[in-house]
């Protein structure tokens, strides 16, 4: 049997569904990169950019081979370009760096005018374009373009670099209070900025480990605003606030030995009481018992003897181990025993 | 009238040149300059740079190459504050795209200006693991009473190209 199906797709609906098509078909075509519009004093720097995957924000000021992930010449357009589609999935911190000529490919370069790199957040597939603003030169005042994130990224920058222009004019006097004031202004930045990976980029440049002895009730706070963010960043940032709250093993191995000695000092304690309480005449035997009771009436050996039918010599030897048993030494110490 | 302008001129002219030539004598500077070989059995130590009050401007540069291990160098503020840190580590994976011929070099430089410095004495800490190669610790103060930013951007521009 031969069953034929036919599509009821009409010749105008065919038309009305080729803008469509082509669009997905533009848009899956479409690459996806980071373009980046700087210019580059070649007779000074390599013309070629690197960028590298920072893993967590404890490598932001790390330079390591095993961080970079790609590396891009020039273009004939003075553009350097990186694709985004093999990036992973997830929003990831990247470095872009240049190195001079005749330095390592691997080189960093922090403050200064030669300073060599930035930072920007990506994922899959991003559009991403960084220029520099115009009358700036090389690393100076950047422009990011097409991926939300990055914005947040450029206000905390500006914020680090009032920072550094305070260590480069201020005067010793109010550079303290003035260093204190922007901390607090990246601090609320990072509390109200609604990118988690830029809110927690803030933190990591504030020294948030120091800062977290004066107001953990911010950090505790902070953690549970974002307790559904599952990235390394805030994986290893959560451990490093709970390594504060937590007490040292140290601690808890001293507290753990001294609860254990007072166990042992009350078990022993408790079972020498018992012993103490213990009635020493259940020590002795039925004679020695009927013996010391004679003792007790003031009866000599041979008395005793007679009393109970054995020789004086036997009873000198029961009175022997009932001095033993009872830890006394006369006839008058067992008159003085109490039961 | 003319004698006159041309007197004025002169005069502005001569005034000018006393005035930067003079401005140029008037600071002092105070370079020092260290260089470490570090190798894989070398310990951590901290280089002390006394910074006083002769003193108004404060520029610390470190900088390293190394092809193994890992090294950290932090400057420290006479506070006990890591005012600058960063983290080398040399090695590792070296993929066909890098250049071979540098394979596993990495190098690093720092460098922080103050004006007006804290005085006492600042650290540069270095906490090497089996790191091997070298390091440069450079400081430059400079007396400038009259801490104008342009002048002591220019010398230190000067500074600059003098210790390349």
């Known amino acids: ?29 479409a690459q996806h990169k980071i373009t980046v519009d700087i210019e580059t004093d070649t007779t000074i720097w390599a013309p070629v950019a690197y960028l590298s995957l920072i893993p967590d924000f404890n490598y932001l000021n790390t330079i390591s081979y095993n961080h970079i992930i790609e590396q891009s010449g020039i273009s004939k357009e003075g553009l ?38 930035f930072f920007l957040f990506a994922e899959r597939n991003s559009n991403i374009s960084v220029t520099v603003k115009s009358g700036n030169r090389f690393i100076n005042d950047l422009i990011f373009q097409g991926y939300s994130p990055n ?50 980029y803030a933190l990591y440049n504030i020294n948030y480990a120091k800062d977290y002895d004066n107001n953990p009730a911010f950090y505790r706070r902070y953690l549970h605003k974002w307790r559904s963010q599952k990235s390394l960043y805030f994986r290893e940032f959560r451990s490093s606030i709970r390594g504060e709250i937590k007490p040292s093993w140290l601690i808890v191995i001293i507290a753990g030995s001294v609860m254990l000695s007072i166990i042992l000092t009350m078990y022993l304690y408790s079972r020498l009481k018992k012993k103490n309480n213990k009635n020493p005449l259940s020590e002795l035997t039925i004679q ?40 006394v030494r006369s006839r008058r110490d067992i008159l003085d025993i109490e039961y | 009238m003319k004698t006159l302008i041309k007197n004025a001129v002169c005069l502005i002219i001569l005034l000018t040149a006393v005035i930067v030539n003079g401005s140029g004598q008037e600071y ?68 066909s795209d890098i250049r071979a011929d540098r394979a596993g070099a ?36 400079i007396y400038n009473p009259r801490t104008d930013l342009i002048e002591l951007e220019q010398i230190e521009k000067d500074t600059d190209e003098h210790i390349g």
């Open chain 1, 1 to 29: 049997m031969n069953i034929s199906v036919r599509a009821p797709i009409s010749k105008k609906s065919i038309a009305a569904l080729v803008p469509f098509l082509l669009v997905s078909v533009s848009t899956s075509l």
């Open chain 1, 80 to 117: 350097y370009e990186f694709s985004t589609e093999y990036l992973p999935e997830e929003e990831h911190l990247y470095r872009v760096h240049f190195s001079k000529k005749g330095d390592p490919p691997a080189s960093l370069i922090l403050g200064g005018r030669d300073h060599n790199h």
């Open chain 1, 151 to 200: 914005k947040a990224l450029q206000g905390i920058n500006t914020m680090l670099e009032a920072l550094d222009s305070i260590d480069q004019n201020g005067n010793i006097v109010n550079r303290e209070y003035a260093i204190e004031a922007i901390y607090e202004d990246i601090k609320t930045y990072a509390d109200t900025c609604s990118f988690p990976l830029p809110s927690l």
């Open chain 1, 288 to 327: 020695e018992r009927k013996v010391f009771n004679l003792l007790k009436q003031g009866k000599s050996n041979k008395e005793i003897a007679e009393e109970c039918s054995v020789s004086v010599s036997t009873i000198k030897s029961h009175v022997n181990s009932i001095y033993s048993k009872l830890d």
């Open chain 2, 28 to 95: 002092v500077k105070l370079e020092r300059s260290r260089n470490l070989q570090l190798n894989n059995t070398s310990a951590g130590q901290e280089i002390s740079i006394n910074v006083t009050d002769e003193y108004n401007y404060l520029r610390i540069k470190v900088e390293g190459q190394f092809t193994m291990g890992s090294l950290l160098i932090e400057l420290i503020d006479p506070s006990g504050n890591i005012s600058r840190n960063f983290t080398i580590e040399a090695g590792g994976v070296n993929t």
């Open chain 2, 106 to 141: 990495v190098s690093g430089q720092m460098q922080k200006a103050f004006r007006n410095p804290a005085e006492g004495y600042w650290q540069v800490r270095i906490t090497p693991r089996k790191a091997t190669g070298s390091l440069r610790i450079y400081s430059l103060q």
